[in-house]
Each structure stands twice: as C-alpha cells, then as structure tokens.
C-alpha cells in the first residue's frame, strides 16, 4: 500500500573525464539511479535524494515481484508518502565508489589492462584498491553533472539523512542556485574526533584482515569476510542506543542458560553477528574504506577559511565569572590550577567560535530554505551538531525550520516510520517557497520561486 511499484534501475554514463578533489581523474564513470513519481513540464517538481553509507539508488518500491525488501527509504517516498510521488518526480542516485553500480572499486578499470595484454587471468581488471578516494564534494559534483543530463536546473528539493544530509548541505554550498530547500536529517558539519576514530577501527578491521590482500582479494580469489563483519558489528552499535538494545535485547540468553565458551551466548551478540553477516554477503570492503573516508574528509566550511577575534557568548562570560567567584571562595585552589582551567574555557570558547564563523561563512552565499532534523537520542550524530548548522544559518539570516524529534531508536532514527517526523518533511516539501519580496524585507537571499 502506498508503495511506488516495481521500477527498474537507470544507468547514465559519463565519457568526459572527472578531476576529484585527491586531483586524480576517471576517465569516464557510470551512475545508476531510480526514478520515482512524474517530471512535471517545467521540471519544477524534481526532488533529489542522497543515501547514506551502506545506501544506494534503490531507495524505494521493489525491483521484481518477488521482491522481498523495499527500498530503503519506502516509508518515506510513494503516493501521498512525507515524499508525495503524486506531486514530486524523485531520483536516488547511486554515489561513485559505491559498489550497487555506479563506478568504483569493483568495476572494471579502462587503464588496467593494455589491448595487447596476454594475461592469462580469468578475473576481471577492476579497479580494487586503485580507486581514488573520493569525497562530498565530489559526489556532489557528479550530481550536478547528472542534474544537466536530465535537464533539471534547479532541484525542488535535496534530502538526506546521515551522510545523505552532508551532500544536501554541500549542494547548498557548491549550487547554491540550484536547489530551492534543503533537507538535513541527523547529520552533521562535520565528524568529530570519536567518530573518525569509530571509522578508523571499522578500517582496521578491514586491512587486518589477511584475506584482504592489499586490497586485491577479488584477484586474489578471497575475500576479508572477517574484517568486513567486525566492520559493520562497531558501525551497528553505533546506531543504537543503551536503552533500545536493553529493550530489544537485555540480557536474554540465546540457549536460555550459559555455555561457558567463547560462541554466541546473548541475543545482542546473535543480533550483530547476523546484521554482520548480511553486511558482508552485499557489500564491499574496498567501498566500505572508501566511504567511511569520505565521512572523515566531510569539511563544508573548507573552502571558507575565516579567522575571528575572541567574542566570548553569555554563557562563557557567566562560565568565567563562576571561576573568578571561586578564585574568592577557595583559597585552597592554586593559582595554576585556576588560570589552567580558565585557559581551557578560553580555548574551548575560542573554538566554538571558529567553526561558527566558518560556518557562517560557508553558508552566506546560500539561497535555499533549510528544514535540520536531529533525533534526541542520536549519540553519532548528536542533536547539538544539528544545532551548530542551525546557529549559523540563523546568524547569517537564512530561513531554516529545526525539529528535535524524540525518537528511541538512535541514529538510525531517521530510516523509521515516525509520525511527527514524517510531518515535518512533509509540511517543508509543500510550503510555499518565501517570495524575493520578502526575503529583502527580512534581508534573505531567496531562490528560484515556486
């Protein structure tokens, strides 16, 4: 009920070569994608859709009918859906480096095998870990070029959700012309500290892996099934929360008592070696070190240097003055200690107002209205790196909608049925778009109309 049907994947491919931001270049590169609902005459009515790590094109409806699972983001996108496909024409496109089709380290490299070459191998000359590492930006690039093929020159809408939210804020960036709203959901402006390393022990387990081969194990015949699973096993627990695990799982036994060995003995452990498992048996090693890469490198502000003066916030005014008010009241403390502690208020202080004005410069020139939507259990990709995007939106006057959606599942959160959720991407998707009259009357940049 409500779904889009059965559809069937399109590839595009692109002959002219792609300069990354690693400053390599493919000579040419294919992107699949699926469409959904009906381009309008004007192609006003186009909505793109940006998938997260493990993500691909096929966001929605089934590719046969024996189907068994939907697409991933189902419950968002169909007829009369928070994604109307009654009103919108939708396309998810499959990022390069992926592995679900569109170019990257399992396809086959036009470079590596010269016309007189007389190998004897039987396995295909792909790319493997001769891919170029790829970043937001250049996915975003890539999309734009795909947004020409189609003739669509100014987007609807562009939404994501995790990594998908990072390229939607990257195309209001890069395009700012061509996308009319924004749709960020439990993302962030950038990784922090924790997560790279989340990444980097994912990667670890991937490299270690002595079926990994250099990244060569599709020559090699093998592959890092091992590593790969452990991957997704520190990715999944990410995801979730204490509390929903303690829900779904507690402490229940498998076998109902314990069997005093090193197999799987509690239901959470049954659960992530099989949500391991599935992982390894649909996706690839060389894509997963790829993304997670891209995740680290993710710097919007990048290209947007901006060095500020101290300007201490109420907050740490009132921070300092609780110092100096203990320096009077605790004549035990040393002065070092004091001053120490200052000095790290300042410091953190200082650094909160760089990324702002960072920000805030990043997204001065945008022109597109903004909806941010954080859960509030989203530990990854917490609630308060959500408000860093809004903060700076507003402090640059730009129109941005932000919804903390009280959810239990996480981060994953944002793939879940959840009404007011739902509501909220909805009601930004069918708003009218503010006028150029009144963007100047509250001194905004406005887009395209609608």
Same mark, same amino acid.
């Given at each position: 009920?409500?779904?889009?049907g059965?559809?069937t994947?399109q590839?595009?491919?692109?002959?002219?070569p792609?300069?990354l931001e690693c400053n390599?270049?493919?000579p040419?590169?294919?992107?699949?994608?699926e469409?959904?609902g009906?381009?309008?005459?004007d192609?006003?009515?186009?909505?793109?859709i940006?998938?997260?790590?493990?993500?691909?094109?096929?966001?929605?409806?089934?590719?046969?009918a024996?189907?068994?699972?939907a697409?991933?983001?189902?419950?968002?996108?169909g007829p009369n859906?928070?994604?109307?496909?009654n009103?919108?024409y939708?396309?998810?496109?499959?990022?390069i480096g992926?592995c679900?089709?569109?170019?990257?380290?399992?396809s086959?490299?036009?470079e590596s095998?010269?016309?007189d070459?007389?190998?004897n191998s039987t396995?295909p000359?792909v790319?493997g870990?001769?891919?170029?590492?790829v970043?937001?930006?250049?996915w975003?690039k890539t999309?734009?070029?795909?947004?020409d093929h189609?003739?669509?020159n100014?987007w609807h809408a562009?939404?994501?959700?995790?990594?998908g939210?990072?390229?939607a804020l990257?195309?209001s960036?890069?395009y700012?012309?061509?996308?009319?709203?924004?749709?960020v959901i439990?993302?962030?402006?950038?990784?922090?500290?924790?997560?790279i390393?989340?990444? &980097?022990?994912?990667r670890q %387990?991937? +490299?270690?892996?002595?079926?990994f081969?250099?990244?060569?194990?599709?020559? $090699?015949? #093998? @592959?890092?099934?091992?590593g790969l699973?452990?991957a997704?096993?520190?990715?999944?627990?990410?995801?979730?929360t204490d509390?929903?695990m303690?829900a779904?799982f507690?402490?229940?036994?498998?076998?109902g008592?314990f069997?005093?060995?090193y197999d799987? &003995?509690f239901?959470?452990? %049954?659960? +992530?070696r099989?949500?391991?498992?599935?992982?390894?048996?649909n996706?690839? $090693?060389? #894509? @997963?070190?790829?993304?997670?890469?891209?995740?680290?490198?993710?710097?919007?502000t990048?290209d947007?240097?901006?060095?500020?003066?101290k300007?201490p916030?109420?907050?740490a005014?009132?921070?300092?003055?609780?110092?100096?008010a203990?320096v009077e009241?605790?004549k035990n403390s040393?002065?070092?200690?004091?001053?120490?502690?200052?000095?790290?208020?300042?410091?953190i202080?200082s650094?909160?107002q760089?990324?702002l004005?960072?920000?805030?410069?990043a997204?001065?020139h945008?022109q597109?209205q903004y909806?941010?939507?954080?859960?509030?259990?989203?530990?990854?990709?917490?609630?308060?790196r959500?408000?860093?995007i809004v903060?700076?939106?507003?402090?640059?006057g730009?129109?941005?909608n932000?919804?903390?959606?009280?959810?239990?599942?996480?981060?994953d959160?944002?793939?879940?049925?959840?009404?007011?959720?739902?509501?909220?991407?909805?009601?930004?998707?069918?708003?009218p778009f503010?006028?150029?009259s009144?963007?100047?009357n509250?001194?905004?940049?406005?887009?395209?109309r609608?």
């Open positions: 009920m409500g779904s889009v059965i559809v994947p590839i595009f491919h692109f002959a002219e792609l300069t390599r270049t493919l040419s590169f294919d992107l699949i994608i469409t959904y009906t381009l309008n005459s192609k006003s009515n186009a909505i793109l940006c998938h997260a790590l493990s993500g691909s094109h096929h966001a929605a409806g089934l590719h046969s024996d189907d068994k699972k697409g991933w983001w189902d419950n968002m996108i859906k928070a994604i109307d496909t009103r919108f939708v396309v998810c496109v499959n990022n992926s679900f089709g569109s170019t990257g380290p399992t086959i490299n036009p095998v010269s016309p070459d007389e190998s396995e000359p790319y870990p001769d891919f170029p590492l970043t937001i930006k250049d975003v999309q734009a070029m795909l947004s189609l003739g669509i100014v562009i939404v994501g959700g995790s990594m939210g990072m390229q990257q195309w960036v890069d700012p012309e061509r996308l009319k709203r924004c749709v439990a993302s962030t402006p950038k990784l922090s500290a924790q997560n390393a989340f990444n &980097e022990v994912a %387990s991937i +490299l270690s892996d002595p079926d081969k250099d990244g060569r194990y599709l020559q $090699a015949g #093998t @592959y890092p099934r091992r699973i452990l997704r096993m520190v990715g999944h627990i990410t995801y979730l509390d929903a303690k779904k507690g402490r229940d036994l498998k076998s008592k069997m005093y060995g799987v &003995e239901q959470v452990e %049954s659960y +992530l099989y949500q391991g498992e599935r992982f390894s048996e996706f690839d $090693a060389n #894509t @997963y070190l790829l993304m997670t890469k891209a995740l680290d490198y993710f710097d919007p990048r947007y240097p901006s060095a500020v003066t300007d916030t109420e907050s005014a009132q921070l300092e003055d609780s110092i100096a203990s009241s605790s040393t002065q070092v200690e004091l001053e120490d502690a200052v000095a790290a208020i300042e410091d202080e650094d909160r760089q990324e004005s960072a920000l805030k410069a997204f001065a945008t597109c909806l941010v939507i954080s859960f509030t259990t989203d530990w990854r990709f917490a609630p308060e959500s408000q860093e903060d700076a939106l507003m402090a640059t730009k129109p941005v932000y919804i903390n959606v009280d959810a239990p599942h996480g981060h959160s944002f793939l879940f049925d959840i009404p007011r959720y739902m509501g909220a991407v909805r009601g930004f998707l069918t708003a503010i006028t150029d009144q963007s100047k509250s001194h905004q940049k406005a887009g395209a609608s």
